[in-house]
């Protein structure tokens, strides 16, 4: 039996304990150097457990480290101005919008909903370039992986506290070690890992979690120091990603959940969170000038996808990703980086899908809420998963996507906990073995999954290669998708299209390029990174076939949909240039620019700047056109230019004068 004097003795295993907090300042002495013993038992109980879990993201992701820049790492990393300008640009980085470095526009960044103000992984971009100079990506991608080991590493020891090791407990049975374990295999984390960009989530989680085990060491140990170290964590967490915010409230939940103190407790040791999220806050609305809202309607689809939907189906489409988040975490397979429209479809409330998604959700939520009093860990678990995805689920603030599987990253740690819970303790219990133990059909059951994820996880992280390997995985896995069949296309023609020099082989490309940006407009008739390959593409068939009259067809549709592209325009002006300095027929240049400039933007859309722009393209020709010198003279009139229509109907004379001759 054990002594009556030992009941305020810390909980150093299993629930920890805040009674230290009202012991005598001796006593109180003493749980702390207690505390520090059992501090230094853990690295020698658990530096196994700790290396294997920093060691196997090594493994999965070494084949990355040669891998280079793809998808957002042209915004955040290559092409941001901040960051290449190492040290001296991390003033920048923390002081605008994150995509400001990239964009270089104020006015630019309205085509984003939100904001982003992430400083964090970009501030440590500018430190790899001021170290080590610039597009040094295998040293990204070891950091990366670094990053992902230490954080499999914090949850392991986050994951003792809700799963003690027993006396003579074997860690490699234990639920924390198969949790942690799980977390760093899971396949859902390749995009966040294998992708530069994707340091962000990473360092959010760790942080987050950081935070989460100062806090409960503060509540262990009563020393402040470590009070305010969580909130330190937590706003580097909060630099890092917003979304770290939710550990606002998932730390005094678990503090709560693990130790029984008293809500009041709680609550004014959650004040150095407050501040960290209050300074986070503050130095956002400085950087960005304004909360969540920019003011400005954002009129593009892949940037708003639920453009277009009625406030019914923006919700059962919600509903139907938050479903499609749950079965990524149990079946992770096929895996994408594209859920933008419409390989994610637009449904309604007609949709058993969505129906279900929210029954599901709806039961979750009751259920965890009726049950968390009893401290069941499935219960602390879907808190975990439904505070944590909140702020990525769209149902309260607009992420400018669909879904992405990097937004799972830091809900995933319930899944982790779940898991380990599950095979180590519940099964145990269900067959009445003890827990801890190897119990084999448990551990038969975490070697499946362990293996399963890894194969899995192992086959997906070469797609992160570069945009021609990634992008061609994604037309194939989300092939209703405008976006992943325009990006399979520019990768193609920047990397191999532009590359091969044998004329019949250029021919199956472009046949295939074409292919691919129909389907693309297909999907988004007015997405403008497609109608801007559209027209290069065009381009690329008339060197093939030099069938004029189908090049203008195109440029003619690309004209109309986005006259005054940043990437087109500049493009088909210097082909046009081309053309009349030889390379068309000078008939056919006259009239493609009489039809367009003058009876399209002139005529129909009253645009007098894209109407003279057009038909002057036809004067460089072989000779000139007397309908076009006309139009150019009516158009100029229009525009108040009297000198330059007076000069147009001159040559047009001129020209008369020629062909009657």
Request: aromatic share 16%; hydrophobic share 50%; proline share 4%.
């Amino acid at each position: 039996m054990a002594a009556k004097g030992k009941k305020n003795k810390p909980a150093l295993k299993g629930k920890r304990s805040v009674q230290a907090e009202k012991t005598p300042v001796s006593k109180q002495k003493r749980a702390v150097q207690q505390y520090a013993i059992f501090e230094q038992g853990f690295w020698r109980q658990h530096w196994l457990p700790v290396v294997l879990l920093l060691g196997i993201p090594f493994a999965l992701y070494a084949v990355a480290i040669r891998f280079g820049y793809v998808l957002d790492d042209q915004m955040v990393y290559w092409q941001n101005v901040y960051v290449q300008k190492g040290f001296a640009g991390i003033r920048g980085i923390f002081g605008y919008d994150s995509f400001m470095g990239y964009f270089q526009k104020k006015e630019n960044l309205f085509l984003l909903e939100g904001g982003r103000y992430r400083p964090l992984s970009l501030a440590t971009f500018a430190m790899e370039v001021g170290l080590f100079g610039e597009k040094q990506t295998h040293i990204s991608h070891f950091l990366n992986i670094l990053f992902y080991g230490l954080t499999g590493a914090v949850l392991y020891r986050v994951l003792l506290g809700f799963f003690p090791l027993k006396e003579n407990g074997r860690w490699y049975f234990s639920a924390a070690f198969i949790g942690a374990l799980l977390f760093v295999l899971h396949p859902l984390h390749s995009e966040a890992v294998a992708n530069i960009k994707g340091r962000d989530e990473i360092l959010a989680l760790l942080f987050s979690l950081s935070a989460l085990f100062a806090a409960l060491k503060y509540f262990d140990t009563g020393r402040s120091a470590w009070n305010w170290a969580a909130g330190l964590f937590l706003l580097l967490g909060l630099f890092a990603k917003e979304n770290a915010l939710t550990f606002l409230a998932v730390i005094p939940l678990t503090v709560w959940f693990l130790t029984k103190a008293p809500i009041g407790r709680i609550a004014t040791a959650s004040v150095p969170l407050l501040l960290a999220a209050l300074v986070f806050i503050i130095i956002r609305y400085q950087a960005l000038g304004f909360m969540l809202d920019h003011g400005k309607a954002v009129g593009d689809l892949m940037n708003n996808p639920f453009l277009g939907m009625s406030a019914g189906e923006k919700l059962a489409t919600t509903f139907l990703t938050l479903g499609w988040y749950l079965k990524l975490l149990f079946w992770p397979y096929p895996l994408t980086h594209d859920y933008y429209p419409y390989h994610v479809p637009k449904v309604d409330w007609a949709d058993w899908r969505a129906l279900a998604s929210l029954a599901l959700y709806l039961g979750m939520g009751i259920w965890a809420l009726l049950n968390i009093k009893k401290r069941q860990i499935p219960a602390y678990a879907i808190l975990f998963w439904l505070l944590t995805l909140s702020i990525v689920s769209n149902l309260f603030v607009s992420v400018g996507t669909f879904m992405n599987e990097r937004f799972a990253f830091m809900p995933s740690v319930a899944f982790s906990l779940l898991s380990g819970w599950f095979l180590a303790i519940k099964l145990p219990e269900w067959f009445k073995e003890k827990p801890n133990q190897p119990y084999w059909l448990g551990v038969g059951m975490a070697l499946v999954v362990a293996v399963a994820y890894s194969w899995l996880t192992f086959n997906r992280v070469p797609d992160w290669k570069d945009a021609l390997s990634l992008n061609g995985s994604a037309v194939k896995t989300s092939p209703n998708s405008a976006r992943s069949h325009c990006f399979y296309v520019t990768a193609l023609y920047d990397n191999v299209y532009l590359k091969e020099k044998d004329p019949a082989e250029k021919a199956r490309w472009v046949d295939t390029m074409d292919y691919h940006i129909n389907r693309s407009l297909e999907i988004n008739p007015d997405y403008g990174s497609a109608l801007v390959m559209k027209g290069a593409i065009a381009a690329a068939r008339f060197e093939q076939d030099r069938q004029m009259d189908k090049l203008f067809h195109e440029f003619g549709i690309v004209l109309e949909k986005i006259p005054n592209n940043a990437n087109f325009r500049p493009f088909f002006d210097q082909y046009m240039k081309y053309l009349a300095a030889g390379g068309g027929n000078p008939n056919k240049i006259h009239t493609f620019c009489y039809r367009m400039g003058y009876e399209y933007f002139f005529k129909e859309k009253n645009d007098l700047k894209n109407a003279i722009a057009v038909l002057e393209h036809a004067l460089p020709t072989q000779w000139e056109d007397e309908r076009v010198l006309n139009a150019l003279a009516e158009v100029y009139t229009a525009a108040g230019n009297t000198a330059k229509a007076a000069e147009m109907r001159r040559r047009a004379e001129a020209s008369s004068k020629v062909l009657v001759r």
